[in-house]
């Protein structure tokens, strides 16, 4: 069998197929829908984007006031010298139905 | 008032996205007859079409209006052919012992009689459609371009972003491996 000219025949019957160029109905809207789709999905990480800086600014800043606090508390000297500060104060407080149970007769 | 086409690819890079509707209307058909070329299920030319108008859509920044868009979009869609293709190799397992009886019909007439086989015969076109799957995607890519397509090798490489020694020398094995799978079909019936 002479291959070459099967060959010839073969490409010559697929040079006559007439070209199918249908688009099913609505293509176009499908692919507009899907573009609508990707855009917003890209708008939404900037969207996301903006709230981690902003709440990275505020986080940054509330470590920044906390430490101050800290620091204020740590180097300001005790205003007076009794030995009456605040936690032995709560400390009677709470524990003055005990004391008074304990001197009950 | 008709937008023209330039004016619809500024307004789809500004952000106007809706503007890119009547460029995929246009030049659908085009994108959808090329993908027939390629693939034959309804479905996967439909995956072809829709990918190519994503990638246009995404790489519309490069579009410099130096050549006619159709142009452009039309290389596009060669690429994403090509890429189909190598992305379904798998389906040139077939054998040549399923052909149809008109197929087989069709080969005893050539061989009897080479020129009485005619060229309209739809056992021709199943045949040749046949021959098409089992070769490579380059080869495919060639001999339809070249061979079916009538366009120059020039042509060829700029659609495909080839080299044209490229192109040639694919063209020559596309040629030979065609042949060789019209001998193995040959060979399976006749001998």
Known sequence: MNLAELQKKLIAVARTEVLDDRVPYAFEKRVSA?????????????????????????AISCVAVAMLCGAWTFFTPATSASSDDLSQNLETTLLSSVDQNDQAP | MERTEAELIAAVL???AASFEPLVQKYSPRVFA???????????????????????FDKLKSFRGEAPFEHWLMRM??????DFLRGH????????????????????RFVTAPEAASDNADAAKLLIGRVMEKLSPSARLVITLLEIEDRSVKEIARLTGWSVPLVKVRAFRARAEMRKILAKMTKDKYL
């Open chain 1, 34 to 58: 899907l573009l609508a789709s990707r855009v917003a999905s890209r708008v939404a990480p900037q969207n996301l984007d903006l709230w981690v800086r902003g709440l990275w600014r505020s």
């Open chain 2, 14 to 16: 500004k952000g106007d």
């Open chain 2, 34 to 56: 090329t993908a027939r070329r390629y693939a034959r299920r309804d479905s996967e030319v439909e995956d072809i079409a829709q990918e190519v108008w994503l990638k246009a």
């Open chain 2, 77 to 82: 869609t060669v690429r994403t052919c090509y």
């Open chain 2, 89 to 108: 190799q798998r389906n040139r397992e077939s054998s040549f012992s399923e052909l149809s009886e008109p197929e087989n019909d069709w080969l005893e």
